[in-house]
């Protein structure tokens, strides 16, 4: 392996463009990660409920699977062994770890909400902000 991917992969491991990954027990990865996929289902719930936007979802497990208008798909899938979570979108794959009391991607330090929303905002071709006016 060459220097520069030794580098990588170290940064990758250790954690984050914004700092260091937190190592979370079993059940703690679980509740954050189930919090932020009932955050993103009861959101699409909700553009659908006030005609914003039909985003269909489906849930098999820690996998979610959006489908927006026009064909295009998002896909956030769990990977507890890595403690991250994916993010699949037409502008690429995303990696996020447990950084600081929030989900940040692995190469550039952005919080997870943002990127989805960037993606599903990209995709659809409106402002959509994922997570706003929701209450526990």
Do not use: K
């Not at 955050?39 to 914003?52: C, I, P």
């Not at 403690?83 to 600081?100: K, N, P, Y």
């Amino acid at each position: 392996m060459s220097p520069d991917l030794n580098a990588d992969a170290a940064a990758r491991t250790a954690g984050t463009a914004s700092g260091a990954a937190q190592r979370l027990s079993d059940a703690q990865y679980r509740q954050l990660t189930e919090a932020v996929l009932h955050t993103l289902e009861r959101t699409a719930d909700r553009w659908l409920e006030d005609d914003v936007v039909d985003i269909d979802t489906r849930r098999t497990g820690g996998l979610l699977e959006m489908a927006l208008p026009g064909g295009s798909q998002l896909i956030v899938n769990t990977q507890p062994p890595l403690q991250e979570i994916w993010l699949a979108a037409r502008s690429g794959g995303f990696h996020f770890r447990w950084v600081d009391g929030q989900w940040r991607d692995t190469r550039d330090g952005r919080e997870f909400f943002d990127a989805v929303s960037a993606c599903a905002s990209e995709q659809t071709g409106l402002a959509l902000r994922f997570g706003e006016g929701l209450s526990a």
